[in-house]
């Protein structure tokens, strides 16, 4: 028995998920689309994944480009995820008017977002209907805090004075569940799991 794809929307759905607009600049032009599917996958070396539909226009960009920035949005940026879930001509032709600048691969960072991901893609892997990118971070900020795995990216970045990430603090993540976007409350709030310092013991 085949599985619904709907119903398999709606399972898949339950799992909450941080929204992403993943961007790429390939001969001058820009190219952006709103992505939940993206995790990290390593430390050593420091490897994020991105999934990107078969049909998606921006596909034969990242594929030119070899490089892509993940940008997490805050929850202010809904209208901005919104324009690039959509084929309109603000986003095909003007880039949803989004500020943005360069890090250290070349593709577009956008102003303001909570942290990003500056990553060159080193595999591509099908993945059914989607292909599936495995990018080395080259880059990564928040919080208007920057740092780069080339000590040259880092000093061209800053020599250029191309730094236009904001310091945003307090902000909350823009979130996604069961096809509806979401807002993160503060209501909730447990300690973190690490583990607390070991008391001094008196002589």
Known sequence: MAIEK???RQVMGHFTTGV??????????LAGLTVNSFCSVSLEPPLVLICVDL????????RESGVFAVNMLTEEQEELSR???????DRFGAFCHAPNYTVATGA?????VLAFVDARIVAEYPGGDHAIF?????????????LFINEEDSQLYHQS????H??????????????????IGDNYRVPSLAVPPRKEESV
């Open 6 to 8: 709907i119903f398999f």
């Open 55 to 62: 049909h998606s226009s921006t596909l034969p960009m990242f």
């Open 83 to 89: 324009c690039f879930a959509t084929p309109n001509k």
């Open 20 to 29: 992403t607009i993943v961007t790429t600049s390939s001969k001058g032009v």
């Open 161 to 164: 004075g191309r730094n236009g």
């Open 166 to 183: 904001t310091a945003i603090r307090n902000e909350k993540p823009l979130a996604y569940y069961r096809g509806q976007y979401r807002r």
């Open 134 to 146: 495995l990018g080395q971070v080259e880059a990564i900020g928040f919080e208007g805090k920057v």
């Open 108 to 112: 577009p960072v956008l102003t303001d």
